[in-house]
Each structure stands twice: as structure tokens, then as C-alpha cells.
């Protein structure tokens, strides 16, 4: 198996294959234009500058292109960084594809939609079920695929899918410790909370926001469609509300950008299962970039910390 990105030392010299993520324009102090690529293959990322850039670089270095790098690795400003020694488009007969290149979820996305239509079969309120079911068919192609954000947490393909199958887990370690708590809703909440990013989102590879994401957001756009596929199903009831007061206010926190706070214990729930996932993902993607007795690079997300990985640590 090839070593990935990420895994190359300061100072070691690299000649590989990378897909460009994002590129982007700037002007350099000297006046001269320059690409900042942030590069992927399945170990992560890396940002590198592609200096005196010129026009036909612009269009040959563009998102989603495959390139072959020749250069060394810098650190600069508490990151490894790629530094372009060569850098030129993938060959015809270069046997490499998007796919090589891409992080994907550990689990296969026959398992993830095993465990989640396990959990759907478990529900006993038939509103909850059939409005569960009917937004999973209807997006399901899309949801395996996407990933569940650009950055911070399973930002890879199939992220969403797994995502959502994290939190099963842990909805029902939960639910069992605590019987008092409406299984139906909180697998439900689980199932629904982000699948309105299918149309937030742009695609698996090269994500970026649409302009309906822009515009209305993932928790608007599922608000919405937890109400039409109500009327779709010619369904009446509390339950359609609650559903929704369950996306309204998973994010937890009116400054998280959570429209409502959490009204429902489910709600409440919710909102910490999702938070307890997204960070394990960060903080757990953060320390296999780093050695026992190293601090991570600062996590945005996580008020700008650096987390440090003990020694003793396996």
C-alpha cells in the first residue's frame, strides 16, 4: 500500500499522485499571481502554493484534476505543507483514478444502510416510521455518497452515511441506559438531523455549499421536507412537529446556529450525540496526524485548542 500523504516526515522528498481539492487565486507581494492547492489523497490533506502561476496553470490546476507532485514536505506555522518542486497533470497511462485518491467511510454502504434500516423497522409509531422511511428512500442514493460537511468532522464520501450509523450506535447505548427516552424519535432525529445536506452540499468530491445551502441551509430545507412528506403520506399529528423541532434544534445552541434550542428531551439528546460524534471524528482524525508527546495542529471547532497525545498512548 502506498503511503499516504499525511504520513510523510518533515523534510522528506515526495514524487506522487494527489487530487486537487480547492485551488485558489492570489497575488503574491512581488505582484506575481500564485495557486494555493490544498491536495487530497485517502490519508487527508495537505496545502501547498504553486508560485509565479500562470494563466495556463490556472486552467490545467483545477478541483477535482488528478497531478503528479514532485517536492518535500515544510512545516509552516504549526502544519506540514507541501512544497511544489514539479508538478504536472496526470498521464493517460498513469494507472491511477478519483477513487485511489478520495478518503471513504470505514464501513460499506450496504452495512450503514443495514443498520439504519434495522433501526427504522425498530419504531413503533407508524407517523414516525413512514415519514423516516419515506425521506431516507427518497434521498438514499445521495446520502450514502455525500460526505457530512466540507470541514471539521467526516468530511469524506460516505461521511453522512457514517455519521449517522455513529450515532445510532450511540442512540441506542443511550436509550438503553435510559428507558424514559422515545426510541422512535431519537433514531428518527438521528436519521433526519443532516439529511437536508444532500441538497446543501454539492457532491462527494470537491464539496462545496450549493446555492440552496447557501441560501436556506440544511435544517430549513429538512424542516420542509418533513412537512411535504407528511402531506405526501396523508399523515396528521403531533408527531410531524416534534420531528421538526428535532432538526430545528439539534445544532443545540442559538450561536452553533441552531434556529431553536432543544424543547424535547429528545431534542436535548440529540444535540449531544451529535456533538459527541462530530468531535471524536476531529479530535480522533487530528492525533493520527501527529506522535505521542506532540500536540495537534489548532481545531477550529474546538475553540482553537491543540489537543496533545500522550506517550503512553498505543
Avoid at 497531478?67 to 512544497?83: E, S
Avoid at 478518503?103 to 450503514?112: D, F, I, K, V, Y
Avoid at 403520506?233 to 445544532?251: A, F, K, R
Amino acid at each position: 500500500m502506498k503511503k499516504g500523504i499525511l504520513h510523510f516526515e518533515v523534510g522528506e522528498q515526495v514524487d506522487v499522485h494527489l487530487l486537487i481539492k480547492t485551488a485558489t487565486k492570489g497575488i503574491a507581494s512581488n505582484g506575481k499571481p500564485f495557486l494555493t492547492l490544498i491536495f487530497q489523497d485517502k490519508s487527508g490533506e495537505i496545502e501547498a502554493k504553486l508560485w509565479d502561476a500562470s494563466s495556463d496553470d490556472e486552467e490545467l490546476y483545477t478541483p477535482q484534476s488528478i497531478v503528479r507532485v514532485l517536492g518535500d514536505i515544510h512545516h509552516y506555522r504549526g502544519r506540514n505543507q507541501l512544497k511544489i518542486r514539479k508538478i504536472k497533470p496526470k498521464e493517460d497511462h498513469e494507472n491511477v483514478n478519483v477513487s485511489d485518491l478520495i478518503e471513504t467511510a470505514p464501513l460499506s454502504q450496504e452495512q450503514m444502510m443495514d443498520k439504519i434500516t434495522q433501526a427504522i423497522f425498530e419504531m413503533k409509531n407508524p407517523n414516525i416510521q413512514r415519514i423516516t422511511r419515506h425521506l431516507l428512500k427518497k434521498h438514499q442514493n445521495e446520502f450514502l455518497q455525500y460526505p457530512a460537511a466540507t470541514k471539521n468532522h467526516h468530511e469524506f464520501v460516505s461521511g453522512l452515511a457514517y455519521h449517522v450509523v455513529s450515532m445510532l450506535d450511540l442512540a441506542k447505548a443511550i436509550a438503553s441506559l435510559y428507558p424514559s427516552l422515545d426510541k422512535d424519535l431519537l433514531y428518527a432525529g438521528v436519521i433526519l438531523h443532516d439529511l437536508g445536506k444532500v441538497t446543501e452540499l454539492s457532491g462527494p468530491v470537491s464539496t462545496s455549499y450549493t446555492i440552496e445551502g447557501n441560501l436556506i441551509g440544511h435544517i430549513s430545507i429538512m424542516v420542509n421536507e418533513i412537512g411535504k412528506a407528511a402531506e405526501e403520506l396523508g399523515i396528521e399529528g403531533e408527531e410531524i412537529m416534534v420531528l421538526q423541532h428535532l432538526v430545528l434544534s439539534h445544532h443545540g445552541k442559538l450561536e452553533w446556529g441552531s434556529p431553536k434550542l432543544p424543547l424535547i428531551k429528545e431534542a436535548e439528546i440529540l444535540h449531544y450525540i451529535d456533538n459527541i460524534d462530530a468531535k471524536m471524528n476531529m479530535l480522533d482524525r487530528a492525533l493520527e496526524r501527529v506522535k505521542p508527546g506532540e500536540y495537534t495542529e489548532r481545531i477550529f471547532a474546538m475553540d482553537n485548542r491543540n489537543f496533545y497525545k500522550p506517550t503512553f498512548h498505543n
